[in-house]
C-alpha cells in the first residue's frame, strides 16, 4: 500500500527536514507485519514528493495477531489488509514519522507552523460510505477531496464498484496537521471496527486530534469509529474533548454526542448513540457562574478565557453588570469575539461585555484590576511551573479582585477514564494536573501570602474514592 506526500513550496525539498527522512535515500523500517519503506520519486526544488510504501506480509500479519498488530480485522492468510491502506499505514505512519507528527523540526523550525501547499494521494483506501464520506471527513479540515472509486474489475464494469476509493487530498495545510489527521481518519475510513485496541487508544486519539478533531463537525462519528464503538472508550474521549476544546468556535451545547446513522454495511445495526449528557464542560461553566452569584460579585473578568464559553453565558445573564475577557492567544481570541459577535451592530446581550484584549497573566496588567471577580477556569494547568509564581502575583497581588474563582483538572479522577494510561494528562498542552491535596496546599498557600480565604468545591460527579473530575477554589478577600 501505497502514500504518497507532494509539495511545491519553495524550496521543495525541504519536505525532508519536516518529515526527518533525506530526499536522497531510500530508507526501510522493519515493522511488526512487514517493511515500510521511504523514498522520494521526485525530488525537485520545485516539487518534491514523499511516498511511503508498506509491504505487508501476510503470513507474519496473521502470526502477529492479537499480539499488538493495530490490525486483525481478517484472521485469514488471504485478505485485504496488504494492498488496504488504512489501520497498519497509520500504524508505520506514526512509527516512521513520529517526530513529524509530533511538529518538531530543529532544522528548520519555523516551517513547522507554516501551512505548505500539499497534495497527498493513496492509491487504494477502504472507505465505508463510499466516496462521500471521506469528502465529509476531510473537507471540513480544509482539503479539496477527490474520491474516485475503484471498479471491482475492470473487465467486468457491470460487476460495480468496489468499497475502496483513489484519494487524492489538496490543500495548503501545516504538515503535522495533515499527517496527524491521516492517521485518525485512514482507519476511520475503513471502520474494520476490530482492530486492536491498545490501552492508551484514547489518549492517541486526543493527541493525534489537537487542533483539529475538537472543532470537526463529525468528531462524534470520527470518535466512535475510531474507538470502534466502545461505549465507554468513546464517551470518555467525546468528555476530553469538549472539556480541552478551547477554540472552537460552535454554539454552546450540552449535549456530548451528536446523532449519526451510517449505513451499517454488514447488516449490524451501529451501537446506539449514548444518553444526551451534561458535560463537565458544563457543569464547569454552572459552577463558575453559581459561585460569582453566591459571591455577588457582579463585575468580572476571565482571565485565560479562551474561546469565550464563559463570557458568552456570563453575557447572557442580566446579574453581571460587566464582563471582560483576556486571553495570550490571538486565535481563541478572535473565536471568542466571532463568539459574542463583538463586530456585529447592533449589539445586545454583548453591550454588557467591555473589553476582550490580549494580554499574558505572567505580566502585572492594569487592565486587569477593577473587577469584583476573576476567574481562572482550567487556566493554571497551561502555565509552566516555573512561572505560576508570576501568575499568583500579578492575579493575587496586583490585580486582587475581592474574589478569584480558580477550575482546574483533580488529576485522581483520571483513573475513572478508560482508555486513559497511567500518569497521562487529559490534554497535551497541560504542564501538570494536581491531584486535591496537590491544589489544597497550592490554593492555602496563595491564600495565605496574598490575605485571601478559599473554599472547595467539587465539580461534576463527586467520586467517593478519587473525588470529582474538576476541582474548584473560591477565594475571597
Ligand atoms: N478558560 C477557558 C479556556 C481554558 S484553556 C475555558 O475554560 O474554556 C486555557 C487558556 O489559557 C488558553 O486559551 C490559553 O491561551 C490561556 N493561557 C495559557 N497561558 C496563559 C497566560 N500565561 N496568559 C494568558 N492566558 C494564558
Redesign the pocket.
Known sequence: MLLTITTTMSQATDLGFLLHKHPGRVQRFEQAYGTAHVFYPDAEEQRCTAALLLDVDPVQLVRTRGRGTPDFSLGQYVNDRPYAASSLLASAMANVFRTAMRGRCDLRPELVDTPIPLEVVLPALPCRGGPGQAERFFAPLGWDVSAVPVPLDPDFPEWGDSRYVTLTLTGTLRLADALNQLYVLLPVLDDAKHYWMAPDEVDKLIRAGEGWLAAHPDRGAITRRYLANRRSLVQSALGRLADAE?ASDEELDPVEVEEEAPAAEDGQAEAAPEEASVSLAEL?LRSVVQALHDENARRVI??????G??LARLAKDEFFSEISG????HR?LGHASRRLRLDKQPRRESDRVQDVFQ????YADERFRGYEAAVL???IE??DPP?LGA?ERVVFGHASPRVVVVTTPNAEHNVRYEGMAPGAMRHPDHRFEWTRPEFRAWADRVAAEHGYRVRHVPVGDDDPEVGAPTQMGVFTR
Not at 476571565?302 to 474561546?307: I, T, V
Not at 483576556?326 to 492567544?329: E, K, L, N, R
Open positions: 478551547d464547569r476571565d482571565l485565560g478565557c479562551g474561546s464559553k464563559l483576556s486571553d495570550v492567544s481563541a494580554g499574558a497573566l505572567t477556569m482550567e487556566v497551561h502555565v512561572r501568575v
